[in-house]
């Protein structure tokens, strides 16, 4: 059905039950991905500081 679709150009193929339909992420989705990360390992660094911190005492 796809490499019909390819070939001939005809309309947008009929989407069925179980399809898959991939959108790929623009620029803001990569910021919003490297801030999470970033976040993340603040707070493991956070963590592991007050942990280091307690054991000093």
Do not use: Y
């Given at each position: 059905?796809?490499?019909?679709?390819?070939?001939?150009?005809?309309?947008?193929?009929?989407?069925?039950p179980?399809?898959?339909?991939?959108?790929?992420?623009?620029?803001?989705?990569?910021?919003?991905?490297?801030?999470?990360?970033?976040?993340d390992?603040g707070?493991?660094?956070?963590?592991?500081?007050?942990?280091?911190?307690?054991?000093?005492?």
């Open positions: 059905m796809l490499k019909k679709f390819i070939e001939d150009g005809e309309p947008s193929p009929i989407l069925l179980g399809d898959t339909v991939v959108v790929p992420g623009g620029s803001i989705d990569v910021i919003k991905d490297i801030l999470a990360i970033l976040r390992i707070l493991a660094a956070g963590g592991i500081a007050a942990i280091i911190s307690v054991f000093r005492r």
